[in-house]
């Protein structure tokens, strides 16, 4: 079955100016990411991999080239419309997880549905991620693998067609790790969600659809992976 | 301190320039506030000591009817008395060419042949009385400069029955008037509808039927008894009796003596209390700054620990932030304070003839200043030096552990908490957390607050005073004074002058009043029965009618005899058969200016010996103007000693305090309004830099700047609201506080709680935290969230 083009980034540039140099941190980089799949997108640190994420997420504007978005031009999109995407169309897990401290579990996945048009109701999302009963737990109460879910649980619950993971097992020790990683496939078939999943760590690579190798700013390779490897397997 | 240290210090306070400025703005008026104030309260006092010294101010004034000179020598000679002299006091009023309208006034006696011994002349223009008899006046300057008056002009003066044509020769100033106001009393200078006239001894003598003779000493005490002027007084008044004493006044309770005392006496207590509020604000801002930035440096302490260098250099360092914080705000401060000085003294130039009062600058308070200024921000950054020294290198290198989850106690309240959304959760729970900061933040705008509203509750007190004085108590268009009583014929005569709709007569009548060892010298005023132009009221506002017999006293004369209504006091005229009788205290009824006291007016002309007599009349006129046919009319009638319009009272004191009052309030608005400002941007902005990263995710779950700024000022509203709250209570207070402090003899101030006043002062606090919030809302909008979100654990 051919899977239409969800986001297309054609030819994108960012330089980043630092006093008098131009640091280019990703040079004319195109990409698809198809409605439905799971891409993982992986490089060593500076390559250019979060400056990419950032285009795709609607956190920056390219100094050049496009990123089409159901064929809005996000590079051109005002603030305000960026915002608006990332507030209906996006959600983002972090590495540090970057919950408010002040608010609870189902408090900080609050967060994401006040604002949302389409919100899942909170408390399914935190049993969807298999933290029913954590409703009233603060961050500092959890342990990182449960804060990530709390996480997730947020970025799912506005609902949004694009999931952005950038090195969500990143803090996270291996059974960890696969605990998410599982959760994160999981969620994504059931929900019928597109993820990004972003990370230096080529073993996590093999279980996604497709795998982007980025490179000095730019798109090295993008291989189809015809059997993704199960989470189970994934070890380092 | 290492030079890498030093430049680290440089930048981290260059980097906080704008956080630091109005943490600066604050120190600096404290410090200002001290500096201004104290160098004023100096400026003034030398000028006032030695003026009062060079000049020979008397240390006390009798008043009496008629005492020959020998009586004078030998009354110098009783215990506690230096020295005497007499001299004459008469009123006057004075007839300018062009000039329709009389002017009040009080005609002094110059000695013949020397300077006086108390009370000398500071001539400002011309020269002294050429000779004895001569009809030569030397004129108050102040009163010659608001009538254009110079040597060689010529004025008329009516003295006793017969006017006078009288030269000038020159314009003094006397330690006597440095506040211009008649001895009956008044609440601020007029100079062109008062003054004082000096002529020589023996003219005035000849003009007063007092030759030989005469109706005013002034006196020293020996400096063993200058602390029993009282006694010293009772003996002289005891001792000259037969001389018909009507009045004693030791300088303390002189007016314009009094009034100078009490400025001072303000000046000097606000001098101290402002600037406590400011620094003690500043520090506490200083302490949420220091705090925060050793918590962002932890890193750099644990490095600089591991380094090798030891606490005492760590304490150096982070000390010198409170040193560069409080040297620059002292210096600001010193500058402010200069500025502040000069312009006060300025202003009191206006209101006092203060030879001598100019801006000195005090090196010594200049210095208390910048010390204060350390001290306070050495206080306010020493918790932050203290936590940074405790770190141990290695747990100071580890990044600071997760803010300790867990419930407020509000969180108990289950059916409260339930209704709340995650942004007034988040809100209470960063307010309950972070206790010290919050404090800061309510007691910073209860501060201002309070101080808005004090000052803007004291214009209101200044107004209500006058209105109750000057519109509910007295409603005549004008008063005629007469020099001696006279039948109640007069009236008719008053009644039909050209203008005139209604008149009435009263008579006021100089008495001891005494209850066992209080006694009290005031003037009682007689009212007619019929009284419709002067109705004392009492504290509710409601009129007080006049007994037929007995008297109604006014609250602060009952206090000082300790008498209430129904209590029995006793009374003693000082004019006429001067006897003494009882009589009853019916009522007591509010009163703001001086001491008095209401009677019937037959039953105080009884007490003079008289059937009925009056020597003062109130009277309405069309329009409540004076017409030029009227006033000529007045002029011809030599028995008229004052004349006084009560609209045109009321505009003096308007434009003596308008204007004083008005600056008050911007200086003083302005002042709170940088506590305010200061407090909510400070904290909004440490709060902002803890959460850098809360703002970075919520960026990028798609809140707008405006969202997460409403996040943030919920917070500061709701913390600065009920410090806004709290502070009105607090100024509420204050008023009612300073209104006991101001209760003198001379002048009482009410504590008056307008609702508007409440409401004036609480939106513009409002609108300088919404001006803060405004602000943080912009660097919000500009903050680089991404970066914030970049991995830095």
Sequence with gaps: MERKILLSVRNASRIFRMGEVEVPALRDASLDILDGEFMVIIGPSG??????????????????????????????????????????QVGFVFQFYNLAPMLTALENVQVATEIASDPLDPGEALALVGLAGYENHFPSQMSGGEQQRVAIARALAGNPKLLLCDEPTGALDLATSRQVLTLLVHLKEALGKTLVLITHNSAIAGIGDRIATIRDGGIHSLQENARPVPVDEVTW | MSRALRHKLIRDLWRRKGQLLTLFAVIAIGVGAYVGMA??????????????????????????????????????????????????????????????????GVALSLPDY??????????????????????????????????????????GALLLESRQELLVVGTAQSPEFVYLIPASGGLAPDPARFGVIYLGERYLQTRSDLDGAYNQLLGRLSSRHATQVKNVLLAIALRLDPFGVTLTTPISEQASFRFLQDELAGLEVQSRILPMIFLGVGALVLNVLIGRLVNQQRSIIGTLRALGYDRFSLIRHYLSYGVAVGCTGGLLGIALGVWLQ??????????????????????????????????????????????????????????????????????????????????????????????????????????????????????????????????????????????????????????????????????????????????????????????????????????????????????????????????????RPLTGRREQVVAEVSAVVESFLGLSAYADIGYLSRLLGEEQVANRFLANSVGGEMSEKLLSRIRERPAILGLSERRHALAQLDATFGETMGSMIVVMVIFAGMIAFGSVLNTALVSLSEREREVGTLRVLGYTPLQVTSL??????????????????????????LSLLYSTELYRFPAVILPASLAVSALLMLLFVLLAQWLVFRILSRLDWLESLKVKE
């Design chain 2, 712 to 737: 943030f000022a919920g917070e500061s509203l709701l913390l600065n609201g009920m410090g806004i709250l709290l502070g009105l209570y607090a100024g509420v207070k204050l008023s009612e506080g």
């Design chain 2, 114 to 155: 020397t300077s006086p011994r108390f009370n000398d002349l500071m001539m400002r223009t011309g020269s002294r009385i050429s000779g004895p008899g001569e009809a030569e006046v030397i004129l108050n300057h102040a009163f010659a400069v608001a009538h254009g008056l110079k040597p060689g002009d010529r004025i």
């Design chain 2, 39 to 104: 160098g004023v309260w100096r400026d003034m006092g030398d000028a006032r000591d030695a003026y009062y010294r060079d000049y020979r101010l008397s240390d006390f004034v009798v008043d009496l009817k008629r005492a020959p000179s020998w009586a004078v020598e030998e009354s110098a000679r009783l215990d506690g008395v230096v020295s005497i002299e007499g001299r004459i006091s008469q009123s006057v009023m004075i007839d300018l060419p062009g000039v329709v309208r009389p002017i009040e």
């Design chain 2, 342 to 571: 000069s312009e006060m003294a300025a202003i009191y130039r206006e209101l006092y003839e203060l030879p001598g009062l100019v801006y000195h600058f005090y090196g010594d308070i200049a210095l208390v200043g910048l010390l204060i200024s350390l001290l306070f921000a050495l206080a306010g950054s020493g918790y932050g030096v203290w936590r940074a020294t405790r770190l141990q290198p290695a747990e100071a290198m580890r990044p600071p552990v997760p803010q300790a989850g867990g419930h407020i106690l509000l969180e108990r309240l289950g059916f409260l908490w339930g209704r709340l959304n995650f942004r007034w959760r988040s809100i209470l729970r960063s307010v309950f957390r972070n206790p010290f900061r919050s404090l800061v933040s309510l007691f910073a705008s209860l501060i201002a607050t309070a101080l808005v509203f004090t000052t803007l509750s004291m214009v209101d007190a200044l107004d209500y005073l006058m209105g109750f004085e000057f519109e509910r108590v007295s409603h005549q268009d004008l008063s005629i004074g007469l020099r001696e009583p006279v039948d109640l014929q007069t009236l008719t005569e008053i009644e039909s002058l050209p203008g005139i709709t209604l008149a009435q007569p009263e008579l006021l009548v100089a008495c001891d009043l005494t209850n066992g060892a209080r006694q009290k010298r005031i003037a009682i005023t007689g009212l007619p029965t019929d009284n419709r132009l002067h109705t004392p009221l009492d504290q509710f506002g409601r009129r007080v009618d006049v007994p037929s017999q007995g008297l109604v006293l006014t609250r602060k004369l009952a206090e000082i005899l300790e008498l209430k209504p129904g209590d029995s006091v006793t009374l």
């Design chain 1, 47 to 88: 390559s250019g991999k979060s400056t990419l994420l950032n285009l795709i997420g609607g956190m920056d504007h390219p100094t050049s080239g496009r990123v089409l978005y159901e064929g809005i031009d996000l590079a051109q999109a005002t603030d305000q419309a960026l915002t608006e995407y990332r507030r209906h």
